[in-house]
């Protein structure tokens, strides 16, 4: 145990990273360090680690385990989505607002959908994978996480393994439809901003009923 100590402090001295670059260990900020967020900051300890928001060689995306995908260039986590038939249920859809007319963030997506991945509580251990405070992400968020979507075949963590009744554990699941923002379409406040598949960004009626994906901040 001493010899396997002395190593990982001794691989942990070499190549110690500047303070704006990226070495993920709690990658997903749950308090504990697996075996693979070990090997990653071993490996930034190593030299690997690279600024902040730069594209790089090493994975981008961390999938968790625990239904949520860590994006270490952009240091937010998504909730992962399934075809279970729960909340996070890719055909689900929810209304930004109670009604066409209205601004006001009273609709589904935060009532229902929102509201479910956060309650928490007195314990802020008890939401979604831990965490109590997941949100919409902005236009420029989701935008970016399409932006990252590779060529027809090859592998994106938002969209393997998707299949009839599959469950996070063993799949993840994107919606060929727009998934809603928490932003507001410009100059008008009875819309909001919506992003679809492709990555283009539109203003849609805050009483239509879209999918929805939720994020938060790392760590």
Not at 31 to 54: F, M, Y
Not at 136 to 151: A, K, M, V
């Amino acid at each position: 145990m001493r010899h396997m100590v002395l190593l990982v402090v001794a691989l942990l001295g070499l190549g110690a990273p500047a303070a704006a670059e990226l070495c993920c260990g709690d990658c997903n900020g749950d308090g504990t360090v697996t075996i693979d967020e070990l090997v990653s900051a071993v490996n930034g300890a190593l030299g690997q680690c690279v600024p902040v928001g730069t594209p790089t060689a090493r994975p981008r995306f961390i999938d968790n385990g625990d239904g949520t995908v860590s994006d270490l260039q952009t240091q937010l986590m998504w909730e992962k989505k399934d075809d279970a038939g729960g909340v996070h249920d890719k055909d689900n859809t929810y209304t930004w607002s109670g009604n066409q007319g209205s601004p006001q963030p009273f609709g589904t997506l935060f009532t229902v959908f929102i509201v479910q991945l956060n309650h928490c509580g007195a314990d802020p251990t008890t939401g979604f994978a831990g965490h109590c405070n997941w949100r919409l992400p902005s236009d420029d968020e989701l935008q970016t996480l399409y932006q990252s979507r590779p060529d027809p075949g090859q592998p994106w963590p938002f969209d393997s393994d998707c299949a009839p009744d599959c469950v996070l554990e063993s799949c993840s699941c994107t919606a060929d439809e727009q998934y809603w923002t928490g932003t507001n379409a410009p100059g008008d406040d009875k819309s909001a901003q919506a992003v679809s598949p492709a990555g283009d960004i539109s203003a849609v009626g805050k009483g239509e009923s879209l999918a929805a994906r939720a994020v938060r901040h790392l760590p």
